[in-house]
């Protein structure tokens, strides 16, 4: 009976760590970490089926022939349950050595997998993939071990499940879900952490205010479903011809913005003009016609421009998009002091 409730124990804080993670990495260090309080076992893995990762947290001392066979088991049993093969080749392992439990006697380096407990992960019906227990020596498990890896199972898919509603929400408060681009919420927490930087290091962070030249008459001529078609196609022309490090955001309606951090006033406007003869060599498909769409671009840019603030950074580039649209469209302009002093 003591031996229960010290399993229960054990079982209730392991719970309460797997909650606490943040993602399928720590879910696994955190269950793994715990496990040797309950179980005598080699590895335990949990294999996700996006992406094809498979994470195993192992006693150290496992020696290449064991962890092999347990990530073909595992693979064994997941293609099983879905129906397909899927080939090992394939699979993304990721391989976390610990000593699990020092009383206990390394693994032999000539050690296969003799046993193992394999369960499904589902959410809402669905298979995402498996967890499985596993060890050198024949017989290792019961079934009481079963039910206390079952329960394990059971707590991972729901914290699972958990993190998975958080990042719904978290992709509907920062992403635009017309064009997929981030919104203006996530650009404007973005350009503050960039602008502050900038400003208090002295290093160069340029702006690129875009619209689509016209685009009041597509909608009118075709309809706000093909209009949608422009505004997602430039996007991703948008998103396809910047760094990693930039931001691309829809600014609202027809317009998009750029933030360049580290990009100087020559450097923002080469990635600007690059951009304006993408969009206008590019084709859109809208019904059964195909439009060549143009936009205009206004450039803003630290220090060069000596902005004293985000908002005159900000309010530079609009100016400059202005004078684009107020010279025919169609091109990139820089702001000019001169003309706004």
Known sequence: MKLVFKNLNVL??????????SDLKEIVESAGANLSALFDFSSFGMFWKDGHLLHLYQEESCPPSFTQGVVKQIIKVYSALMGETLDVERVNLHVEKKMLNPDQM??????TLKSHLTLPIALEGEILGCISINSDQPNAFDAQDLQFFSVIGYQMTATIEHLQRLSSVKNLAIYDTLTGLYNRR???EKFGTEAQQAFVNKTSLSLVLIDIDHFKKVNDTFGHPEGDKILRGVATLLKNSVRKKDTVARYGGEEFILILPEANLEGASMIAERIRKLV????FDI???HLN??????ISSFPSHR???KEELLKMADLALYRAKGEGRNRVSL???AQNP
Do not use: C, H, K, Q
Not at 280 to 283: D, G, L, Y
Not at 293 to 298: F, M, R
């Open 307 to 309: 902005a004293r603030s």
């Open 287 to 289: 019904g059964n016609a």
């Open 12 to 21: 209730r804080s392991m719970i309460n760590d797997i909650n606490a993670s």
């Open 335 to 337: 702001y000019d002091p």
């Open 280 to 283: 206008e060599n590019t084709s």
């Open 186 to 188: 996530y650009f404007d």
């Open 106 to 111: 390394r693994v032999d380096p000539m050690a």
């Open 293 to 298: 769409a143009t936009i205009s671009l206004g």
